[in-house]
Antibody, heavy 119, light 106 residues
Framework: QLVESGGGLVKPGGSLRLSCAASGFSFDSYTMHWVRQAPGKGLEWVSSISGGNTYVHYADSLNGRFTISRDNAKSSLYLQMNSLRAEDTAVYYC??????????????WGQGTLVTVSS | DIQMTQSPSSLSASVGDRVTITCQASQDISNYLNWYRQKPGKAPQLLIYAATDFEGGVPSRFSGSGSGTEFTFAISSLQPEDIATYFCQQYETRPYSFGQGTKLEI
């Protein structure tokens, strides 16, 4: 199970930290992702982090504003979002890799947390 | 980056119809293609991975085919519970990318 929290309303230029609490599986064995969906729009992969914290990757569009991290002892995933813009408004999903072997198979997904960037 | 072009963007069909959705990749992605279903107000759910393989519990009326740059998702006999938006997604190269989605209505 994946449960996101930390979403809300923030002004342009502000910061927000999303959290995802994981349970029911060996958290440190899986690569984790953040995927977002703007209202009424499609899906956009945001970032990923390997199980051992060795590798992180980001969408180019973020321009270094977001930082993904994890605490395996707490089975938690985080997304620190800085310099937020209106176009970052979206539901942010915490997503696990389906397997520990292949990467890019997104399953399961959390219920999502809404981030709204507006003055 | 790999662009995924999905069509149609919306589709209206009747119960029992066969429906197909196509997804085109901007470059060869072999079979590194997944399909997801997103029911209204819910998170997406993986249905088909590696272009043709079923996720457990997925009804047999769903199928996927294709390789390279052209892929197809089909529902052989549309059911009312299939109302959803369907997305394709490539995982051949980061950044992973999705098609824009097909909203299926009955």
């Amino acid at each position: 199970q994946l449960v996101e929290s930390g979403g809300g309303l923030v002004k342009p230029g502000g910061s927000l930290r999303l959290s995802c609490a994981a349970s029911g599986f060996s958290f440190d064995s899986y690569t984790m992702h953040w995927v977002r969906q703007a209202p009424g729009k499609g899906l956009e992969w945001v970032s990923s982090i390997s199980g051992g914290n060795t590798y992180v990757h980001y969408a180019d569009s973020l321009n270094g504003r977001f930082t993904i991290s994890r605490d395996n002892a707490k089975s938690s995933l985080y997304l620190q979002m800085n310099s937020l813009r209106a176009e970052d408004t979206a539901v942010y999903y915490c997503v696990r890799e389906k397997t520990t072997v292949f990467e890019g198979w997104f399953d399961p997904w959390g219920q999502g947390t809404l981030v709204t960037v507006s003055s | 980056d790999i662009q995924m072009t999905q069509s149609p963007s919306s589709l209206s069909a009747s119960v029992g119809d066969r429906v197909t959705i196509t997804c085109q990749a901007s470059q060869d992605i072999s079979n590194y293609l997944n399909w997801y279903r997103q029911k209204p107000g819910k998170a997406p759910q993986l249905l088909i991975y590696a272009a043709t393989d079923f996720e457990g519990g997925v009804p047999s009326r769903f199928s996927g085919s294709g390789s390279g740059t052209e892929f197809t998702f089909a529902i052989s006999s549309l059911q009312p519970e299939d109302i959803a938006t369907y997305f394709c997604q490539q995982y051949e190269t980061r950044p992973y990318s999705f098609g824009q989605g097909t909203k299926l209505e009955i």
